[in-house]
């Protein structure tokens, strides 16, 4: 059988034509990235390629030294008569759909996606295609997201309540996606917002590239625990409960995740609140996503991929489980949210 | 509803005891009090059967969802609660009709058992088109029970108890027995006064520390006495006004779970009241406490359990004795009372005293001391002979002196994803140790102990590093090293290793060892040759 214009080789989501890597987990010459975030941008490969807003993040991740060639969305790169191009993923600042065109036959790569428009990343576009491979974080009936207008408003009447309780709001989000979203959405209501080092990090290199985000006050040492009563805090999740969240107190922690919904998953944390907002398609999404691609073929990546594929052979569309090494970056927390504070104290 | 909604959202989002308290406090005296009454009957495991069954409910949530059936298998398998399954896999509502109270839902509830299957499917599937989410989940959680709120009859009481400005231990009293929402009223269970109120009143437990350094160090053997340490329920048998009344130490009134004691009405005297421990009993001898585990987190004692794990009140001390309170008095002096009571008590099977350890020296009683696996305790109580009886956890004159568990470190092998809070979670792991061949052999299940941030670090280790999946089971590469303490150890021909232990748990990570440092077989089986 003639090999498929992308195929999946167990260390990339390789296209052997062009010898090009997207998302590779090993190093290797050339890698496509879709998005910043660890599983999908990993160290070590020679020549990376991106949308132009993930560049400052890929910077701060990977060595400010990395080979990188930025594009813009639905910029055609042709590569040994391969026709590459990125297109809007709506994850986070600069995340991108890889589309693949040879001779006629069209390939996507979703990454990982999000269909609302969060006002800070570039809004979701569908990519037609022949075969679409897509991520299912979320590939459950359970999830069905509610408008995040009214998960921003629980967040605004969450934190006033803490001001008239005389306690802090620590507001915990992934550092890189949902922290961003949350600081363009949520009412700010003048006062200076605090902030762990892993976040400001990141806020610090979007703000020095251009991105309109508010500034953040990073709490140190130093920072007089005085000042933390009835004001907002940001932090990763790991944060929480930890030798740092210590000095916050009083403080009501809040917890930005699409996980949860579920209360089981929000009663393992001892946080006080969830808030259901995710940076990925729900299911209802993923399926209109995957029948608005028009794809002949569907080949899903991470999460809940047993599921997703077999429901979607049931209802009469082929598709296929991958194994990758993408996983949910929340879930990795645990791992990945060392690193800003390794690269601070480096830079 | 809404207002019980949000209580049962707020009681469940909080794991402080004292806000769940707070919340139900707020919550019982603003609510009308037919509601009450019925969250109280929630509240307290006393919610009548609608016969429901789950696989029904299920199939109709699935249906309405349009999703097939393995889909809603693989959601509830991720969730780990079937009413907020259903809860979250069912379209939106389509109209809140008009609000109905807890109580008129109960009553519409109650309309159930009398239904055919088509109409009781046509009531539920209604009821679940106009309730929002949470209403929903909680509505499925008054139909088909099981709360995992944390709530336990002793926080309902206290809550109730300062709603009321009652005593708690009145207000525990109020809420014993075998009462109905449908045939009582908040007015008559809670507010009327009952003329046991006072009879039952327990006084506060007194509680030791750990024994700190070495037992001599405690001064002259003379001053002390010694008891075995039983691994049981601490607990306090009152009997007055001829009335049989149980406390355990949380302060929970546990009279009808332990049957077996209603022997002491017939000699005991009217106004004494007994300490000591509940423990499974038979042949004049202790059983281990997991046979007391299957006992106690049941609602019905039933006769297979009384059968089964029969229970002995070890008693060690008297606090009341002819309605006088003698707990000023010393210990030498209430243990001679209490053995003075005790030659009248005609029965040697379920009511005991626990017997004083003789010794003269110290070094007699740290020799003593290795054979408390043999004896069935966990190590001795050391009191001061000239001791009152005080109130709550003091230093000075009463010590626990426990052995110390046994421990190996062992090699995490197989994982397999928990249920409830830990649906969705690798937190039940299988442990091995190496053999004389190098190889590892699983010797213990164990799944508590570790913070949540661990069980979080393991489950990411787990699905990163699975080498094979069996059903459920998941093969790990043999990398991440514990040390495994348990209780007993025992030879065993139905284990691979030839070797059963007792309450395995975790005691720790050992990150700092590779897994090729773990114990070995052997190791286990030397611990087992030195106690037995």
């Given at each position: 059988?003639?090999?498929?214009?992308l195929?999946?080789?167990?260390k990339?989501?390789?296209c052997?034509?062009?010898d090009v890597?997207?998302d590779p987990?090993?190093?290797v010459?050339?890698?496509i990235?879709?998005?910043?975030h660890?599983d999908?941008a990993?160290?070590?490969s020679k020549?990376?390629l991106a949308?132009?807003?993930?560049?400052?993040?890929?910077?701060?991740?990977l060595?400010?030294d990395?080979?990188?060639?930025?594009?813009?969305y639905?910029?055609?790169?042709t590569?040994n008569g391969?026709?590459?191009?990125?297109h809007?993923?709506?994850?986070?600042?600069?995340?991108?759909?890889?589309?693949?065109?040879?001779?006629?036959?069209v390939?996507?790569?979703?990454?990982?996606?999000?269909?609302?428009?969060?006002?800070?990343?570039?809004p979701f576009?569908?990519?037609?295609?022949?075969s679409?491979?897509?991520?299912?974080?979320f590939?459950l009936?359970?999830y069905?997201?509610?408008?995040?207008s009214?998960?921003?408003?629980d967040?605004?009447?969450w934190?006033?309540?803490?001001k008239?309780?005389?306690?802090?709001?620590l507001?915990?989000g992934y550092?890189?996606?949902?922290?961003q979203?949350l600081?363009?959405?949520?009412?700010l209501d003048?006062q200076?917002?605090?902030?762990h080092g892993a976040?400001?990090?990141?806020?610090?290199?979007?703000?020095?590239?251009?991105?309109?985000?508010p500034?953040?006050?990073?709490?140190?040492?130093?920072?007089?625990?005085?000042l933390?009563?009835?004001?907002?805090i940001?932090?990763?999740?790991s944060?929480?409960n930890s030798?740092?969240?210590?000095?916050?107190?009083p403080?009501s922690?809040g917890?930005?995740?699409?996980?949860?919904?579920?209360?089981?998953?929000?009663?393992r944390r001892?946080i006080?609140q969830g808030?259901?907002?995710?940076d990925h398609a729900?299911?209802?999404?993923?399926?209109?996503t995957?029948?608005d691609?028009?794809a002949?073929?569907i080949?899903?990546?991470?999460g809940?991929?047993?599921?997703?594929?077999?429901?979607?052979?049931?209802?009469?569309?082929?598709a296929?489980?991958v194994?990758?090494?993408y996983g949910?970056e929340?879930k990795e927390?645990v791992?990945?949210?060392?690193t800003?504070?390794n690269?601070?104290?480096?830079? | 509803?809404?207002?019980?909604?949000?209580?049962?959202?707020a009681?469940d989002?909080?794991n402080?005891?004292?806000?769940k308290?707070?919340?139900?406090?707020a919550?019982f005296?603003?609510?009308?009090?037919?509601?009450?009454?019925?969250?109280i009957?929630?509240?307290?495991?006393?919610?009548?059967s609608?016969?429901?069954k789950s696989?029904?409910?299920?199939?109709?949530?699935?249906q309405?969802?349009?999703?097939?059936?393995?889909l809603?298998?693989?959601?509830y398998g991720?969730?780990g609660?079937l009413?907020?399954t259903?809860s979250?896999?069912l379209?939106?509502?389509?109209?809140?009709?008009?609000?109905r109270?807890?109580?008129?839902?109960?009553?519409y509830?109650?309309?159930?058992p009398?239904m055919?299957?088509e109409?009781?499917?046509n009531?539920?599937t209604a009821?679940w088109?106009?309730?929002?989410r949470h209403?929903?989940?909680?509505?499925?959680?008054?139909?088909?029970?099981s709360f995992?709120?944390?709530?336990?009859?002793?926080l309902?009481?206290?809550a109730?108890?300062?709603?009321?400005?009652?005593?708690?231990?009145?207000m525990?009293?109020r809420?014993?027995?075998?009462?109905?929402?449908?045939?009582?009223?908040?007015?008559?269970?809670i507010?009327?006064?009952n003329k046991?109120?006072?009879?039952?009143?327990?006084?506060?437990?007194y509680?030791?520390?750990?024994i700190?350094?070495?037992?001599?160090?405690?001064?002259?053997?003379?001053?002390?006495?010694?008891e075995?340490?039983w691994?049981?329920?601490?607990?306090?048998?009152?009997?007055?006004?001829g009335?049989?009344f149980?406390?355990?130490?949380?302060?929970?009134?546990a009279?009808?779970?332990?049957?077996?004691?209603?022997?002491?009405?017939?000699w005991l005297t009217e106004?004494?009241v007994?300490?000591?421990?509940?423990v499974?009993?038979?042949?004049?001898?202790?059983?281990?406490?997991?046979?007391?585990q299957?006992?106690?987190?049941r609602k019905n004692v039933?006769?297979?359990?009384?059968?089964d794990?029969p229970i002995g009140?070890?008693v060690?001390?008297?606090?009341?004795m002819n309605?006088?309170?003698?707990r000023?008095?010393?210990?030498?002096?209430?243990?001679?009372?209490?053995?003075?009571?005790f030659?009248r008590?005609?029965?040697?099977n379920?009511t005991?005293?626990s017997?004083?350890?003789?010794?003269?020296?110290?070094?007699?009683?740290?020799?003593?001391h290795?054979q408390?696996?043999e004896?069935?305790?966990e190590g001795?109580m050391?009191?001061?002979?000239?001791?009152?009886?005080?109130?709550?956890?003091?230093?000075g004159?009463w010590?626990k002196?426990?052995?110390?568990?046994?421990s190996?470190?062992?090699?995490?092998?197989?994982?397999?994803?928990?249920s409830?809070?830990?649906?969705?979670?690798?937190?039940?792991?299988?442990?091995?140790v190496?053999?004389?061949?190098?190889?590892l052999v699983p010797?213990?299940?164990?799944?508590?102990?570790?913070t949540?941030?661990?069980?979080?670090?393991v489950?990411n280790f787990?699905k990163?590093?699975t080498?094979?999946k069996?059903?459920?089971?998941?093969?790990?590469?043999?990398?991440?090293?514990?040390?495994?303490g348990?209780?007993?150890?025992n030879?065993?021909?139905?284990?691979?290793?030839?070797?059963a232990?007792?309450?395995p748990?975790i005691?720790?990570?050992?990150?700092?060892?590779?897994?090729?440092?773990a114990?070995?077989?052997?190791?286990?089986?030397e611990i087992l040759?030195?106690f037995?």
């Open positions: 059988m003639a090999k498929t214009l195929q999946f080789t167990g990339s989501i390789h052997s034509i062009a890597h997207i987990w090993i190093p010459d050339k890698a990235i879709t998005h910043a660890s999908h990993r160290w070590g020549h990376y949308h132009k807003d993930s560049a400052s993040m890929l910077r701060l991740r060595g400010k990395i080979s990188l060639q930025t594009v813009e639905g910029e055609t790169f590569i391969v026709n590459f191009s990125l809007p993923a709506g994850h986070i600042i600069g995340s991108a759909q890889v589309r693949a065109e040879y001779k006629g036959e390939w996507a790569f979703s990454g990982d996606y999000k269909i609302e428009d969060d006002h800070f990343s570039a576009e569908t990519v037609k295609c022949h679409f491979i897509t991520e299912a974080t590939g009936p359970i069905k997201w509610q408008p995040q009214e998960i921003f408003d967040i605004n009447s934190h006033e309540k803490n008239s309780d005389g306690k802090a709001s507001l915990l550092s890189l996606g949902k922290m979203r600081l363009k959405n949520i009412h003048g200076p917002i605090y902030s976040i400001y990090a990141v806020n610090e290199t979007l703000r020095a590239s251009g991105f309109d985000l500034e953040l006050t990073l709490i140190t040492k130093e920072t007089d625990k005085k933390f009563k009835g004001s907002l940001v932090a990763p999740p944060a929480d030798i740092w969240s210590k000095k916050l107190a403080y922690s917890y930005c995740s699409g996980w949860m919904l579920v209360r089981g998953a929000k009663n001892s006080d808030f259901a907002l995710s729900d299911w209802n999404e993923l399926l209109a995957i029948k691609t028009g002949e073929k080949f899903v990546t991470h809940y991929t047993s599921v997703l594929s077999r429901y979607l052979n049931e209802i009469g569309i082929w296929a489980e194994k990758t090494m949910d929340e927390e791992t990945i949210d060392e800003p504070t690269e601070q104290s480096a830079s | 509803m809404k207002q019980f909604a949000k209580l049962f959202l009681l989002r909080t402080k005891t004292n806000e308290v707070d919340l139900m406090k919550y005296s603003i609510a009308p009090d037919k509601d009450k009454i019925w969250a009957a929630l509240f307290t495991g006393r919610r009548p609608f016969k429901i696989s029904q409910a299920r199939q109709w949530a699935a309405e969802a349009g999703i097939p059936e393995w809603f298998r693989e959601s991720s969730v609660d009413g907020e259903i979250l896999i379209p939106e509502a389509t109209g809140i009709l008009q609000e109270s807890l109580s008129d839902w109960f009553e509830l109650r309309k159930l009398a055919n299957e109409e009781k499917r009531h539920i009821a088109k106009q309730l929002s209403e929903t989940f909680v509505f499925n959680k008054l139909m088909m029970g995992r709120i944390g709530v336990s009859q002793t309902v009481v206290r109730l108890a300062e709603a009321t400005h009652l005593e708690p231990g009145v525990a009293h809420l014993m027995g075998k009462w109905l929402p449908t045939e009582t009223s908040y007015e008559a269970l507010l009327h006064e046991n109120d006072d009879a039952s009143q327990p006084y506060p437990f509680l030791a520390y750990a700190e350094g070495d037992v001599s160090g405690l001064g002259h053997p003379n001053e002390w006495q010694a075995w340490k691994d049981g329920i601490r607990s306090q048998v009152i009997f007055r006004s009335e049989l149980i406390w355990t130490r949380g302060e929970d009134l009279t009808d779970k332990f049957p077996e004691l209603n022997i002491l009405k017939s106004g004494t007994l300490d000591g421990e509940i499974c009993y038979q042949n004049n001898r202790p059983l281990p406490f997991n046979v007391l299957t006992r106690i987190g039933s006769k297979q359990i009384l059968k794990a009140f070890l060690y001390d008297i606090l009341e309605g006088d309170d003698i000023g008095k010393s210990q030498e002096e209430r243990r001679k009372l209490l053995e003075d009571i030659e008590n005609p029965d040697k379920i005991t005293l017997p004083l350890i003789q010794f003269n020296m110290w070094q007699d009683l740290i020799d003593l290795k408390s696996r004896n069935v305790a001795f050391i009191k001061r002979k000239s001791a009152t009886y005080q109130v709550g956890r003091k230093k004159d010590w002196w426990k052995v110390d568990p046994l190996v470190d062992a090699v995490l092998v197989y994982a397999q994803k928990g409830g809070r830990r649906a969705e979670l690798f937190t039940d792991y299988t442990f091995a190496w053999d004389s061949e190098k190889k010797f213990a299940k164990a799944y508590s102990g570790l949540d941030s661990e069980i979080a670090q489950d787990v990163r590093h080498l094979e069996f059903g459920p089971v998941r093969t790990v590469t043999p990398k991440l090293v514990f040390e495994i348990f209780e007993g150890i030879a065993s021909s139905r284990h691979k290793s030839g070797i232990v007792r309450f748990r005691l720790r990570w050992r990150k700092d060892k590779p897994p090729e440092e114990d070995t077989l052997e190791n286990l089986k040759r030195s037995s």
